[in-house]
């Protein structure tokens, strides 16, 4: 997402069932990258309302896949506490 507490919601347009959301999106708020999926309700009384759900941004398998190698990739090895202490000037 481009700026803070912002997104768009949008038709879903791939609903198949019931208890899939009516509404999905993307929002950021407080700089954190959320899913967004809204169900549109009827409450006992008749007044219709929407429920929200806020979800982690889904991430596939191979991009997962792709962070791992990458983290791997690089020279990721521990940190020495005796070298930190030498570079130090006091």
Do not use: C
Request: charged share 30%.
């Amino acid at each position: 997402m481009e700026k803070n507490n912002t997104g768009a919601i949008f038709k879903n347009v791939n609903k198949k069932a019931d208890n899939h959301p009516d509404y999905v999106g993307k929002v950021n708020v407080n700089n954190k990258d959320m899913e967004i999926a809204l169900w549109v309700r009827t409450s006992l009384k008749g007044l219709k309302y929407m429920s929200v759900s806020f979800t982690e941004p889904y991430i596939r398998v191979e991009q997962e896949n792709n962070i791992l190698e990458e983290f791997e990739n690089k020279e990721n090895k521990p940190l020495d506490i005796l070298d930190i202490n030498n570079d130090l000037p006091f």
